[in-house]
């Protein structure tokens, strides 16, 4: 039964582990999709250590924008996150418009599927207005993207010092 959660929150709230224990919970083995694109050799480093500690029960998925292109269809999977997806395309794609449509269509494509999706996004604009007018627009992009995910959405967690707050479903 296809079933889309999404939690979201502030950097290290506890969003992925509480995505993993989650996805654990409804599989002995789920899928991992990283989002990510590795920008730089410490980062790769993040990444390898992030998949160790996932451990061998997890299937490791690397896609930057098209998550339709993998059939899930019965699985579980944690997507990590909407924002380095989000990312993927401002930056191939920098008129907001264009960026948000490409991301929903993608979106509704992928999970047109028979699947557990639980999408984990970060809430970037919870803090002041940047400065920055590339940076605003990317932070317009994000939480209207979060907005559509969370209104398709069976269930919204916030991720607050590491305690999960039901928000809806």
């Known amino acids: 039964m296809k079933r889309i959660i999404l939690i979201t929150g502030g950097q290290r709230s506890g969003k992925s582990s509480y995505a993993e224990k989650l996805a654990l919970s409804l599989s002995s083995n789920p899928i ?18 992030h998949q ?3 451990g061998p029960e ?9 998550l339709s292109r ?6 579980v999977a944690v997507i990590d996150c ?10 191939e794609q920098p008129e907001v418009s264009l960026a948000l449509e490409a991301l ?9 599927q028979d699947a557990t999706f639980i999408f984990v996004t970060n809430e970037i ?10 940076q605003r627009r990317f932070t317009d992009l994000q939480g209207w993207m979060n907005q559509y995910i969370a209104s398709k959405a069976d269930q919204v967690v916030l991720m607050v010092s590491g305690i999960p707050v039901k928000v809806k479903g």
């Open 82 to 91: 909407v924002t380095l997806w989000c990312t993927n395309y401002f930056v």
């Open 52 to 54: 160790k500690r996932r």
């Open 125 to 134: 604009g919870m803090g002041g207005v940047s400065p920055n007018e590339v």
């Open 70 to 75: 993998h059939d899930i269809t019965g699985r």
């Open 58 to 66: 997890w299937t490791n998925i690397e896609e930057e924008k098209e």
């Open 32 to 49: 991992y999709m990283a989002t990510s694109r590795i920008w730089d050799e410490e980062f790769r480093q993040r990444v390898i250590k």
């Open 104 to 112: 929903k269509q993608e979106f509704d494509r992928f999970t047109a």
